[in-house]
């Protein structure tokens, strides 16, 4: 009776471990909810410093805030539907902001070097899911 009672023990402790340990993972790694001060704060950052496109308008979604850096992802566009030019020109990208900085990778061969700069590992195949469609 008593090796029974030890291995249920051992069992609860095991899975309680288990629970807590993804419980801190999944919290560290999802942002809490924005309220839409906070989100509309990120948007017109990322509109005023984040895409060359003139008179934007962006969506962004945010992969996590940690202290005063946020991570995410911009698609933007022009605010304008004056051209079918204009609506094809669509800007999105990673980003990464600190404090009131915006800061993304380079367009081209640089990409995936400055992802490695600029954004934790655990983030980098959210990025590039977006990056090839598959997020979107």
């Given at each position: ?42 948007v017109e ?18 992969f996590r ?72």
């Open positions: 009776m008593g090796q029974k009672i030890k291995r249920f023990g051992f069992g609860v402790g095991t899975a309680l471990t288990v629970a807590f340990a993804i419980t801190s993972c999944g919290l560290a790694s999802e942002p809490t909810a924005l309220s839409d001060e906070d989100q509309a704060s990120i950052l990322v509109q005023e410093q984040g895409t060359v496109i003139e008179a934007p308008t962006c969506s962004v979604e945010v805030i940690e202290d005063s850096t946020t991570y995410g992802w911009a698609s933007c566009a022009p605010s304008s539907n004056e051209s079918a030019d204009a609506m094809a020109q669509v800007d999105a990208f990673p980003f990464r902001i600190d404090g009131q900085d915006l800061r993304r990778p380079d367009d081209g061969s640089k990409f995936d070097e400055d992802v490695k700069e600029l954004f934790p590992e655990d983030l980098r195949s959210a990025i590039n899911q977006h990056a090839t469609g598959a997020g979107s």
